[in-house]
């Protein structure tokens, strides 16, 4: 039985959205943006240049490391070639027309004739990048557990009454995991870094990963890069990083032996086992047995006639077949690098390659094998083989050789299935294969599965039909997506048993259990294509359309300690509390401040008049300031993410913390802010359209970047799989270029809202919840009209509508009264009006605000759960001096 980690979550208080509405607003101005780095240093990119190559085609695609995608490049593209870092440049593509076509590119003529034909659609989606973290692991048919391309561990279990997910990471300071192995009901997880942990319970019964240590005579660190589960389930071959054949017996009292490597050659990866002999692949693409009863020990299986087909086979796991051809026949399936299917086979103890290829303009990346039981009582299989494309074909083969059939069962609507990586068969006619997005996509005999159907007992001896549907299986927010995890409390998403809803109606709901049917949930996606690097030109259209000022004037250092505020003169000053006493504190900058873009770990982020981001750190009781602009890749910036998650309210410190800034050109950009790193990303822009600002940044989904587009659409940046998706809304629905409020109400539950602006005003929220998935609403009624610099903030406390000049929608009416009563005191400059300068949470129970006078006011809310005016603070810069406090609610 499972075990599960209870995820220790900080609550999150009850959230408020305040909403001001203005008549008078200041025009629209944008500050500026930037971004771009890379953090997937770990995979090799392999950049076959040829000096020498006449040109045929008119398209060329980059492999880009910090997105793992393919790119489209402008040309003219400088070929470089680089040896140690030390790049030259030997030879330049230039755009041709059309017709002029010829590619030569020598002995690798072939897989470039192969790589040309990529299919149309890809083409539009980029082709797929490598998800090296993406494993998945069954372990019984009512659990399977996951990797997944952040490097979290999940699984995904049947509690008797639906599937719920529960969390098994890594501690922070082992890395990302990159598979699970279990034998002898023991869960190894390997690390990314090549390290094992074995899951163990803790004294008070709960799971934790210890490390499981290596253990060889030598004294040599041996670090793990993939590994295979003998047939038997007793033992596990290992596969080093730096090419060694290790293998584990004896879990229980581990028993470590080091196979070594074959002569002149390494183990790159291990294909399968049988019967205690291992086959495995070298890097440079050579198939060897090793055999340890026999000698020699290695064995190396070579093409024996000349092929015209590439024979190289991919380092990977392939696939075992028994009793194919006959009583003693072995049968293993490999892929070649060019991405056809091959066959070892040994028959009459003679073994054979046979070559099975690929349909036309397609290419194998990874097969999984079907075993399935007929009518006779005899088993006969398929093969699943992913594709470059995203696609999944499936190889029939009959007991007569010679016919083979190829069906293609394409991929989920907008999802591709991830490259390289190997599926599962979950049950007879039900298979799981990892998506590219980070989902699992199951393919399934209708009706006989999806997230709906649990494992269902082996009754159905009928011959299997090819008639396959895919369902889409969200995966949690640790990906970016939507699943829950379950909960240790009893109710339907109980982490060990299901127990049904006893109350009807809205109870279930709030309980959990699923109503949505299978695939309607995820039709509110659509995969977006990244749009072309974009130069740091700036767009005038989209710079007088957005407004900048209003929403980044405010913004907090250290909660409840220190906030900025921007004048519109572009003067920054600091409000601070010293030993309780509060200051105004100026900084100095070179050139105009234009807002406050980001905060993070006391690190401010702001943007100036040249559009330049520059970070503030503080060292003793200076700020020390820094471009960040003229840093490797940096870019300028015109905004930022709406709101910071206080650090108190972030559910965990990850080396991947980032913030998100709106280019000057309107593209995506990511800057690592963990540890200082302060790395750039180029994450562009949805090929359609430009990005106007961020909605959201990670308030609402962990890893999930919320934007509005110049064309009035709601889109969506995944920070771990680095992919686009647009959000479907209604043709008539136009949303504003305004940020956005994210809301959730509590950190256990995906269910919340954002709420954004439409273009005539009226106030639009997207929401998400376990039963009906994602949906709009338009609101409006009750509040006349709004303003651009309408706005929200995600803090405490019950819906509170705010609106100085209109009726507002429900506030405390007497506080208002008497504090109205009391501004009519005060001299002529002053005007308590709320200003449509967007507000910012100082702590959990309190909201700063602009007035029109240049003064700021502060709304607290009471133990009685009451927002009231607590105090207008004056600043350095306002004309009207009065200070007011009102006297704190009884
Ligand atoms: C880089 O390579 C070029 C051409 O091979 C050589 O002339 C130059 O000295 C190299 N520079 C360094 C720093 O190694
Ligand atoms: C910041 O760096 C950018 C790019 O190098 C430069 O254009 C800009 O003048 C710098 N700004 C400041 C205030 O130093
Ligand atoms: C937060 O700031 C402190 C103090 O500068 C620093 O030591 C720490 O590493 C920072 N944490 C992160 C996650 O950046």
């Known amino acids: 039985m499972p075990g599960f980690f209870p995820r220790s979550f900080l609550s999150w208080p009850i959230i408020t959205i305040i909403i001001i509405t203005t008549q008078s607003l200041s025009s629209p101005k944008i500050l500026s943006c930037s971004c771009s780095s890379s953090w997937c240093q770990h995979h090799n990119i392999h950049q076959h240049t040829n000096p020498k190559f006449q040109q045929k085609t008119t398209t060329f695609w980059e492999f880009e490391q910090e997105s793992n995608t393919w790119v489209q490049v402008k040309l003219p593209y400088d070929l470089l070639s680089c040896v140690n870092n030390n790049c030259t440049k030997v030879g330049v593509i230039e755009p041709v027309s059309d017709d002029q076509t010829r590619i030569e590119l020598g002995q690798n003529k072939i897989e470039g004739q192969r790589k040309k034909k990529v299919k149309t659609d890809e083409r539009k989606i980029g082709a797929l990048g490598s998800r090296n973290r993406i494993s998945v692991t069954k372990m019984s048919d009512d659990s399977i557990w996951v990797s997944g391309v952040s490097g979290s561990i999940y699984e995904r279990f049947w509690n008797g009454i639906q599937w719920v997910i529960a969390p098994h990471e890594l501690p922070l300071q082992a890395g990302y995991a990159v598979y699970v192995f279990l034998v002898k009901h023991i869960v190894l997880a390997l690390s990314e870094a090549g390290i094992l942990y074995q899951m163990q319970l803790s004294e008070n019964s709960q799971p934790i990963w210890v490390e499981f240590p290596v253990i060889l005579d030598s004294s040599m660190a041996i670090r793990i890069k993939s590994g295979v589960i003998s047939h038997n389930r007793e033992k596990i071959y290992f596969c080093t990083k730096n090419g060694l054949l290790l293998e584990l017996s004896d879990i229980n009292t581990p028993r470590w032996l080091n196979h070594g490597k074959p002569p002149g050659a390494d183990v790159a990866a291990i294909v399968d086992d049988a019967a205690e002999v291992i086959f495995t692949i070298s890097s440079t693409g050579d198939l060897y047995e090793f055999d340890p009863s026999s000698k020699p020990l290695w064995k190396k299986h070579i093409w024996s006639q000349e092929s015209t087909e590439y024979t190289a086979l991919t380092p990977s796991t392939g696939c075992t077949v028994h009793r194919r051809t006959g009583p003693h026949s072995d049968s293993l399936f490999l892929l070649t690098k060019g991405g056809n299917l091959v066959e070892r086979r040994l028959h009459q103890r003679k073994w054979k390659w046979v070559t099975h290829g690929s349909p036309k303009d397609q290419q194998f990346t990874a097969m999984t094998l079907m075993m399935t039981v007929d009518e006779t009582h005899t088993s006969s299989f398929s093969l699943f083989l992913a594709t470059t494309s995203g696609s999944i074909v499936q190889y029939y083969i009959s007991k007569q050789e010679g016919k083979k059939t190829w069906v293609n069962h394409v991929h989920p609507p907008h999802a591709k299935v991830a490259k390289g990586v190997a599926g599962l068969q979950l049950q007879a006619g039900r298979l799981i294969f990892p998506l590219d997005d980070g989902r699992l996509g199951e393919l399934h005999q209708s009706k006989t599965g999806g997230d709906e159907v649990g494992p269902s007992p082996p009754v159905n001896r009928r011959r299997v039909s090819t008639q396959y549907t895919w369902s889409i299986i969200d995966a949690p927010e640790s990906e970016g997506w939507n699943a829950e995890y379950c909960t240790e409390d009893r109710g339907p998403l109980n982490c060990i048993s299901g127990v049904k809803d006893e109350i009807n109606g809205d109870e279930t709901h709030r309980s959990g259990l699923r109503r949505r049917s299978g695939n309607k949930a995820h039709e509110n996606y659509y995969l977006v294509s990244p749009g072309s690097k974009l130069k740091d030109e700036p767009d005038v259209d989209r710079e007088s359309s957005v407004s900048v000022g209003v929403n980044f004037r405010l913004r907090v250092m250290y909660e409840g300690r220190s906030f900025f505020l921007v004048t519109v003169e572009g003067i920054t000053y600091e409000y601070l509390d010293v030993e309780n006493a509060w200051f105004w504190l100026k900084h100095e900058h070179a050139m105009g401040v234009r807002g406050?873009?980001?905060?993070?770990?006391?690190?401010?982020?702001?943007?100036?008049?040249?559009?330049?981001?520059?970070?503030?750190?503080?060292?003793?009781?200076?700020?020390?300031?820094?471009?960040?602009?003229?840093?490797?890749?940096?870019?300028?910036?015109?905004?930022?993410?709406?709101?910071?998650?206080?650090?108190?309210?972030?559910?965990?410190?990850?080396?991947?913390?980032?913030?998100?800034?709106?280019?000057?050109?309107?593209?995506?950009?990511?800057?690592?802010?963990?540890?200082?790193?302060?790395?750039?990303?180029?994450?562009?822009?949805?090929?359609?359209?430009?990005?106007?600002?961020?909605v959201d940044q990670e308030v609402f989904r962990e890893n999930i970047v919320f934007v509005v587009g110049m064309d009035g659409h709601l889109y969506q940046y995944n920070k771990v799989t680095g992919l686009w998706h647009g959000h479907h809304q209604s043709r008539h629905m136009v949303l504003s270029r305004q940020p956005g409020t994210a809301m959730r109400g509590s950190r256990q539950s995906l269910s919340g809202s954002l709420f954004m602006i439409s273009e005539d005003g009226r106030l639009i929220e997207y929401y998400w919840n376990q039963m009906e998935g994602w949906g709009w609403v338009e609101h409006g009624i009750g509040i006349k009209r709004f303003g651009n610099g309408a706005t929200g903030f995600p803090s405490t406390g019950n819906i509170v509508g705010e609106n100085l000049e209109e009726e507002e929608v429900c506030v405390d009416q007497e506080i208002r009264v008497n504090t109205r009563k009391e501004y009519q005191k005060e001299s002529e400059n002053c005007d308590p009006k709320v200003a449509p300068t967007r507000p910012i949470p100082f702590t959990e129970t309190s909201v700063i605000f602009e007035l029109i006078d240049g003064r700021l006011a502060e709304m607290r809310r009471t133990d009685d759960l009451q927002w009231v005016w607590w105090r207008t603070i004056g600043t350095p810069t306002t004309r009207c001096n009065v200070i007011y406090w009102t006297a704190a609610a009884k």
């Open 596 to 694: 406050v873009v980001g905060s993070y770990n006391g690190s401010l982020f702001l943007v100036n008049e040249n559009k330049d981001l520059i970070v503030g750190e503080r060292a003793g009781n200076d700020l020390t300031w820094i471009n960040c602009s003229a840093m490797k890749k940096g870019r300028q910036v015109v905004g930022g993410p709406p709101w910071d998650v206080a650090p108190s309210k972030s559910p965990k410190v990850t080396l991947e913390d980032s913030l998100f800034f709106v280019g000057k050109s309107g593209g995506l950009l990511q800057l690592t802010v963990a540890l200082k790193k302060l790395k750039w990303k180029d994450c562009r822009n949805p090929s359609n359209t430009k990005v106007a600002s961020i």
